[in-house]
């Protein structure tokens, strides 16, 4: 079960990396809004697709969520394809996607240390701590200049 959860997390990587280039390539032709919506949509019709094929609960049970507020994960994620396209214009995609996984890292991080969103409570550790610090020393050694 957790090889599996690992095949996932690093086929999300290569997917999100992949798409990050694409969306950067397309905003080159229609602009950074018109290629967000397009993005946006075309996730909308591979996620009604895939509900029909597998899933097929009430649709509008998504508004039963509490707290409200979670709801906001779709304006997250048209935000997210701006600034991915965005960092990977201007940085490239390596130096782009390192400081996005860093930050992504640290973000979890500390979601789990707080608490917040409904997350359980991890305790901080000089290993996590650690951890991080050779995460962004990473990102300094492979691609910084």
């Given at each position: 079960?957790?090889m ?11 997917l999100?990396?992949v798409?990050g ?7 080159k ?12 949509f075309?996730?909308?019709?591979v ?6 094929a597998?899933?097929?609960?009430p ?10 507020y ?48 409904g ?7 000089l ?6 610090a ?12």
């Amino acid at each position: 079960m957790i090889m599996s959860g690992w095949i996932i997390a690093l086929l999300s990587g290569a997917l999100m990396s992949v798409q990050g280039v694409f969306n950067t390539q397309v905003t080159k032709s229609a602009g950074i809004w018109a290629a967000s919506a397009f993005v946006q949509f075309t996730a909308l019709l591979v996620c009604l697709a895939a509900w029909a094929a597998a899933e097929r609960t009430p649709l509008l049970r998504v508004l039963d969520v509490r707290p409200k507020y979670m709801l906001l994960g779709g304006a997250l994620g048209a935000l997210i394809t701006y600034t991915v396209i965005r960092s990977m214009d201007m940085l490239g995609p390596a130096r782009a996607v390192m400081l996005i996984v860093i930050c992504q890292l640290a973000v979890a991080y500390l979601i789990e240390l707080f608490g917040l969103f409904g997350v359980d409570r991890q305790p901080l550790t000089l290993r996590s701590a650690a951890g991080m610090a050779a995460a962004v020393a990473g990102v300094i050694l492979f691609k910084w200049e």
